[in-house]
């Protein structure tokens, strides 16, 4: 069993920064794919970054490639979103997610349905 907690959200001005941690315990860390999600009022649940369980490969959605890096350490056991030049429409709950897959297929790691542990979500408000 895998446990996520979210922190960092906050709010901040567009074309502001924040960094989002999503601290893990349990299983064994580097067994997993992280991802990160976001819901908007009102939306469903979309992709917005993952990365491979070494940390060799990631992607974005395109709506925040080249703004965010998603990072990891697996000593610390820790997965960051660094979110930068932030938008209105980047405001949104971002949650971390993992599961445990050996293989790195784009049609998986972007759907919220692949991933087994979910944490509880952090808010992030980004005014004009």
């Known amino acids: 069993q895998v446990q996520l907690v979210e922190s960092g959200g906050g709010l901040v001005q567009a074309g502001g920064s924040l960094r989002l941690s999503c601290a893990a315990s349990g299983g064994f860390f580097s067994n997993y794919i992280f991802g990160w999600f976001r819901q908007a009022p009102g939306k469903e649940r979309e992709f917005v970054a993952a990365?491979?369980?070494?940390?060799?490969?990631?992607n974005y959605a395109d709506s925040v490639k080249d703004r965010f890096t998603i990072s990891r350490d697996n000593t610390k056991k820790i997965v960051n979103l660094q979110m930068n030049n932030l938008k209105p429409e980047d405001t949104a709950d971002y949650y971390c997610a993992a599961m445990r897959q050996f293989t790195w297929v784009h049609t998986v790691y972007t759907k919220p349905a692949a991933f087994d542990y979910w944490g509880q979500g952090t808010h992030v408000t980004v005014s004009e």
């Open positions: 990365i491979r369980w070494d940390g060799r490969n990631t």
